[in-house]
Nanobody, 115 residues
Framework: QVQLVESGGGLVQAGGSLRLSCAASGSIGSFNAMGWYRQAPGKQRELVATITTGGSTNYADSVKDRFTISRDNAKNTVYLEMNSLKPEDTAVYYC?????????WGQGTQVTVSS
């Protein structure tokens, strides 16, 4: 069984910053990648950023140059540093881990950016 525990969401003004954390535990083994997705009201869940075990990163165009994904392998934790936040970044952010190409999800953490 795999558990993902997210933290760090909240309310911030436009232009501000937040840092999300996600700690993975359980039967992780050698996972393929970890990352963050988000879902705004009335919209589909979308990729925000991912990072592979080799350190390769991938970002949505909408967050490039503002968000940074990183990981601590020793702690099985992935982070998302979010800067220059915009109201359109408001969403529930979900942590994701891919193990043997199967996706697992956290419970989500709310990020609200006020204008």
């Amino acid at each position: 069984q795999v558990q993902l525990v997210e933290s760090g969401g909240g309310l911030v003004q436009a232009g501000g910053s937040l840092r999300l954390s996600c700690a993975a535990s359980g039967s992780i083994g050698s996972f393929n990648a970890m990352g963050w997705y988000r879902q705004a009201p009335g919209k589909q869940r979308e990729l925000v950023a991912t990072i592979t075990t080799g350190g390769s990163t991938n970002y949505a165009d909408s967050v490039k140059d503002r968000f940074t994904i990183s990981r601590d392998n020793a702690k099985n934790t992935v982070y998302l540093e979010m800067n220059s936040l915009k109201p359109e970044d408001t969403a529930v952010y979900y942590c994701n881990i891919v193990i043997n190409w199967r996706h697992y999800w956290g419970q989500g953490t709310q990020v609200t950016v006020s204008s």
